[in-house]
């Protein structure tokens, strides 16, 4: 039967879109469904607008810097407006350039959702049926908040980079990723925040002393941070909402940010019509090469709740473009995955947790935390951390964990290394570059404890 494409992506997000892209490399004829920008969550509405935010909210501590290293800097106002337009500027630009490079590979683009009807059928919104050799769901996530505060005029993450101004004080529920980033954001641009997190410490997941650390480093700058403590009650008000808090706590916020996860974007897309199993939170269940129940739909990305990083979804998509039509066998490679939380300072993070690695065998753990040169200086408090969680049996490093400014780009190498299975020797026989922070990682000595 003669298929209008090869392959019929819905969704141009990082996945999506590279899967088109080397797909259509291949030789394949490609079509590519987006109902919103083109670009997804990590261009539009994630990483990207989110980390120039965060470049944005650092100046607010190096300008201190600046005075306690003998400039004469006056902190004036953070111009949101003139910020925000720079900023869609530049998500315009980017947009453009993902557009561009489709187009260039050949992809068919359709500006409008799409959902399945068959394994291999694709209605577009027009009404217009298309049919696919194979079909690749690559919709992504969104944010959920909690259904008894969806209708109470709280924001997402999707809103704040939509925001009209700043607000003078801000609420942000949840612990994660998301919320810990635009705490320290909103608390560096000025914005008065106070964090509820319903468990224990932020972060879960991460390695426990480096939550702790983080958690100390974001009071320490000011956010009140409030663990064990959730919302029972909003008011909306003639401005701002009132807020009420397990703690019996009460006040009223400019805004309130839900940071408390995300879904993946399955709803109402035909899959389960159309034999796909799906799991518990609507993600599509996928093999290692990213093919769901039914043969001809595969899926990629955080649709997928496999490990929802927009690298981790290039991978995906790029080794199933070519395995289905480059004739190679290739699967991505979820283990050791490299990541930061773009706090400030920052966390880097790869492999295991000291937890995870002490009930799978015996460790060593090597562990430093240090005033740095930069802001010992300039009369900062925080500490940098770094710590090396390694195997008492055959030496490799386990995991690493990085509390610093630029934390992101440190753990980018150190898991270069530790992907390639270094030791705890490697690391000693590296020679330090001095006077840095990450010369700390070659020149512990001493384990602090074992188990
Ligand atoms: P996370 O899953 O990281 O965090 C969700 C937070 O919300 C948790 O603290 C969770 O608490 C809390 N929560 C969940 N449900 C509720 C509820 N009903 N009431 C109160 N609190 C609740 O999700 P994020 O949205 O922060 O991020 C989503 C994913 O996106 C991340 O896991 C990550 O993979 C990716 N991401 C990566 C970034 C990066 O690489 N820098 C940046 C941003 C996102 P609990 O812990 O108790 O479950």
Request: net charge negative; aromatic share 8%; glycine share 12%.
């Amino acid at each position: 039967m003669a298929f209008d494409y090869d392959l019929f992506v819905i969704g141009g997000g990082s996945g999506g879109v590279r899967a088109a892209r080397i797909s259509a490399q291949h030789g394949a004829r490609v079509g590519l469904a987006e109902e919103d920008r083109m670009g997804g969550t990590c261009v539009i509405r994630g990483c990207v607008p989110k980390k120039l935010m965060v470049f944005a909210s650092e100046f607010s501590h190096s300008m201190g810097d600046a005075r306690a290293y003998g400039w004469d800097v006056r902190r004036g106002k953070f111009d949101w407006k003139k910020f925000h337009g720079k900023l869609t500027a530049e998500l315009d630009r980017l947009e453009g350039a993902y557009r561009g490079n489709l187009d260039k590979a050949g992809v068919e683009v359709f500006d409008q959702r799409a959902h399945v009807a068959d394994p291999h059928t694709v209605v577009l919104a027009d009404g217009r049926k298309i049919s696919a050799k194979h079909i690749l769901i690559a919709v992504g996530g969104r944010p959920f908040v909690p259904p008894q505060w969806a209708d109470k005029g709280v924001m997402t993450s999707n809103d704040i980079f939509h925001m009209d101004s700043l607000p003078k004080t801000a609420l942000i529920v949840g612990g994660g990723y998301i919320a810990c980033e635009f705490a320290c954001i909103l608390n560096g641009l000025g914005v008065e925040v106070t964090q509820y997190y319903r468990g224990a410490q932020i972060l879960r997941g991460f390695d426990g002393e480096a939550r702790g650390h983080v958690a100390e480093l974001m009071e320490q700058q000011g956010i009140d941070l409030h663990v064990g403590t959730d919302v029972i009650d909003i008011a909306p008000q003639a401005e701002g909402l009132k807020v009420k808090a397990t703690d019996g706590r009460e006040r009223v916020f400019d805004k309130a940010l839900f940071a408390t996860g995300r879904k993946p974007n399955t709803e109402g897309l035909g899959l389960e019509e159309a034999g796909v199993r799906l799991g518990r939170w609507g993600q599509v269940e996928v093999d290692a090469y990213s093919q769901s129940s039914v043969p001809s739909i595969y899926a990629v990305g955080d649709v997928t709740e496999r490990v929802n990083l927009t690298p981790v979804a290039i991978r995906e998509g790029h080794a199933f473009g070519d395995t289905v039509f480059g004739g190679q066998d290739v699967s991505a490679d979820h283990a050791l995955v490299p990541s930061a939380v773009f706090t400030y300072p920052q966390l880097g993070s790869i492999g295991l947790t000291e937890e995870e690695a002490r009930d799978r065998e015996p460790i060593d753990v090597y562990c430093t935390s240090f005033r740095a040169m930069h802001s010992s200086f300039a009369g900062r408090p925080d500490r940098v951390m770094m710590k090396l969680v390694v195997s008492r049996e055959t030496d490799r490093v386990l995991g690493c964990h990085i509390i610093a400014d630029d934390a992101g780009e440190m753990i980018q190498l150190a898991g270069v290394a530790i992907k390639m299975g270094a030791t705890k020797a490697d690391f000693d026989r590296t020679v330090a570059v001095h006077p840095t922070m990450a010369e700390e990682l070659v020149t512990m000595r001493e384990p602090v404890r074992s188990s």
